[in-house]
């Protein structure tokens, strides 16, 4: 079970040092195995991946494009409150994602000198969606509307048949109500592969986002240069800040959420209060009894989840942005003062009634996070993701011969003398 210590220093830095176990590299024999299922599939096609499908999943569906039709099936079958908030849930993502579009601009200057910047969609997108007991509908709202909303002509999904064959409902109603333009059934190394790469029926696309198991990450990190990737997800972690008046009945809640991901997940409680951490210790054994995923729970907070006890509110803030989680509550009497500290965190979930949850499935930011502390550097999923930037600059002859000798001393000082050249023969 998780284990309480007292911040001095030590068990902190033992704690990084074992977060940092969780993102080592890839075992070689996966890199190979993907490896060659990318050559193959670049080299076959179609062939390729009916024979991997056929391999993994022990059938091949008799057509690999599903129809619009099945689509708009879907959301008729589905339980319509699931529908419903799928609905209610894509709305706040639009709401959100739609603030965060940028436009192209143009800035005249003196002597007739125009600079500017072009944004523009990227023109075709897959995102690959695990289909299996791993099933996430809220992640194809996650991923497909940005790309909407940036202007993303086409999107293309792929997801992995059930063991029946066919696709899971939920996963195509989500996909109806996101926009996405086609649905393939295929999953794996091998997806990502004929996104990547195009066959006789899948398009190649110019980026790839979405979850997947090791298999799928690891190809698209093979892959990132043939497209663009989303990022290298890790294992999923919370970090949650707590002072007397947090309610450990809802912190051992909000752990749990996050270690019921994976064995690998994890979930980590910093608090001022000793009398917090023990009852929150309490509450994870009580709570922990009726929940569908124990053994896994129990065996994340065991291995990758901790609760320290801080001297002060500012330590643990300065601990979080050492840590840089994926999610951070701030389980504080005043969330709000803190907002200017944290520096380092993918999303961050302030007071008692903002749990981890609410951000994965309906406030309307994204749930695709940086993790294993990478969000000291990156950002989480967004409109930005799907486009790309281009400058444009036009000089007139008066507006380059005042900037020529400056020009040519810079290029002569680098020893490219056919970049001062480019300037001189102009004059």
Known sequence: MIQVAKADGVC???????????????????????????DQVRLYGDTAVREYTMKFDGSVPEN????????DAAL?????????????????????????????WLEPGADGVILGQRIRALHRVGIYVPGGTAAYPSSVLMNAIPA??????????????????????????????????????????QAVAALAYGTETVPNVDKIV?????????????????VDIDMIAGPSEILVVADETANPKFLAADLMSQAEHDKMASAILLTTSTTVANKTVEELERQMQTLSRREIIE?????????????????AVDFA????????????QNPLEYIGRIDNAGSVFLGQYSPEPLGDYFAGPNHVLPTSGTARFFSPLSVDSFIKKSSFIYYTQDALSKAKDDIIKLAETEGLTAHANSIQVRF
């Open 12 to 38: 902190e830095r033992r704690l990084i040092e074992q977060l940092k176990q969780r993102s080592g590299e890839i075992d070689r024999s996966v890199t190979a195995a993907v490896t060659e299922i990318l």
């Open 210 to 226: 979405g979850p997947g198991n090791i298999y799928v990450a690891t190809a698209k990190k093979l892959l990132y240069g043939t």
């Open 321 to 332: 942005n050492e840590l840089a989680p994926e999610h951070l509550e701030m389980a504080v």
């Open 76 to 104: 008729e079958a589905c339980d319509q409150k699931f529908v419903y908030a799928l609905y209610r849930a894509a709305d706040n993502i639009r709401d959100f994602h739609a603030r965060q579009k940028q436009q192209s």
């Open 148 to 189: 909407k909303i940036a202007g993303v002509k086409e999107i293309i999904m792929v997801t992995p048949p059930q063991k029946d064959g066919n696709p899971n409902p939920d996963i195509l109603a989500a996909a109806k109500i996101a926009g996405v333009d086609r649905v393939f059934l295929m999953g794996g190394a």
């Open 64 to 71: 690999a494009e599903v129809p619009k039709e099945a689509l």
């Open 299 to 315: 065996q994340s907070l065991t291995d990758f989840g901790a609760i320290i006890v801080c001297n002060s509110i500012d330590e």
